[in-house]
């Protein structure tokens, strides 16, 4: 993973941290947007794609960063998982 690559999708995962923040914030007085699902799913896809993993191919990806947005792992992990996860 270049220093690029680290930089934005650290930045991807700070945008999905406030998505899922202000999510939880809505449904807590029982308003629910497809609009933040979507926009969440998109920022979890650019940030695959950006790490060279195809979006389809990221089930188990996108179980991790569940985690990550849940606080059970730091970004590091993540990101290391990411790295370590390239499939084309």
């Not at 999905?16 to 896809?45: C, D, F, P």
Request: proline residues 1%; hydrophobic residues 50%; negative net charge.
């Amino acid at each position: 993973m270049t220093t690029a690559q680290r930089f934005v999708s650290l930045r991807l995962l700070e945008l999905l941290r406030t998505l899922a923040a202000k999510r939880g914030e809505m449904e807590q007085v029982g308003i629910q947007l497809g609009l933040i699902s979507e926009l969440h799913e998109k920022v979890g896809n650019a940030l695959f794609e950006l790490n060279g993993i195809a979006p389809e191919q990221a089930n188990t990806l996108w179980l991790m960063l569940e985690d990550y947005l849940s606080g059970r792992i730091k970004d590091y992990e993540l990101l290391s998982l990411l790295a370590g996860a390239v499939v084309r």
